[in-house]
T-cell receptor, first 113, second 114 residues
Framework: AQSVTQLDSHVSVSEGTPVLLRCNYS??????LFWYVQHPNKGLQLLLK??????LVKGINGFEAEFKKSETSFHLTKPSAHMSDAAEYSC???????????FGTGTRLTIIP | GAVVSQHPSWVICKSGTSVKIECRSL??????MFWYRQFPKQSLMLMAT?????????EQGVEKDKFLINHASLTLSTLTVTSAHPEDSSFYIC??????????FGPGTRLTVL
């Protein structure tokens, strides 16, 4: 069985300050981990993915995430928030060789001008 | 690249009627497409996996006779909600896969059953 927990349903940060969106996972196998972003009326867009290569993964729009097996975490970070980052962010997991994605409940990111 | 569309984006129907939702991969061929459902304040939940030319594989608790999936071509999968009831009101999202690790998602279809 696999699961994902997104600890914060809503995060607010000021423009220009760092962003941290938390994700913890549970998996019996070697997982692949993903972060997706969804803007209103748009489909989920892949930000970045971890698939057993480098533990620090860089994605689009300046986001990155670090896979920490000891902490079973895959937190998403960005050094400086931009107004356009306001969106819903979802962390998901699939087990190696298993294509099924399991999603967390999502985190809504609000950027304060 | 890797764009997935869904039609319609929203639909309202009467209880007891059937609704068809289309999912298309616009610029790539997808041997596998997935259908998800999301209720308010809940996570996206996989309903079924659809492989081109074969029967869909449904997740536990999803009625295959109620949610009919057809994946007749490498760019089109359809989900038909048969005899819809108000409890079927939800946000339905499809995705298509073009490499082993990555799914590309459509914008979703909001279904409201009166």
């Amino acid at each position: 069985a696999q699961s994902v927990t997104q600890l914060d349903s809503h995060v607010s940060v000021s423009e220009g300050t760092p962003v941290l969106l938390r994700c913890n996972y549970s998996s019996s196998y070697s997982p692949s981990l993903f972060w997706y972003v969804q803007h209103p009326n748009k489909g989920l867009q892949l930000l970045l993915k971890y698939t057993s290569a480098a533990t620090l993964v860089k994605g689009i729009n300046g986001f990155e995430a670090e896979f920490k097996k000891s902490e079973t975490s895959f937190h998403l970070t960005k050094p400086s928030a931009h107004m356009s980052d306001a969106a819903e962010y979802s962390c998901s997991i699939s087990n190696f060789g298993n294509e099924k994605l399991t999603f967390g409940t999502g985190t809504r990111l609000t950027i304060i001008p | 690249g890797a764009v997935v569309s869904q039609h319609p984006s929203w639909v309202i129907c009467k209880s007891g009627t059937s609704v068809k939702i289309e999912c298309r991969s616009l610029d790539f061929q997808a041997t596998t497409m997935f259908w998800y459902r999301q209720f308010p304040k809940q996570s996206l939940m996989l309903m079924a996996t659809s492989n081109e030319g074969s029967k869909a594989t449904y997740e536990q608790g999803v009625e295959k006779d109620k949610f009919l999936i057809n994946h007749a071509s490498l760019t089109l999968s359809t989900l038909t909600v048969t005899s819809a009831h108000p409890e079927d009101s939800s946000f339905y999202i499809c995705s298509a896969r073009n490499d082993p690790d990555t799914q590309y998602f459509g914008p979703g279809t909001r279904l409201t059953v009166l």
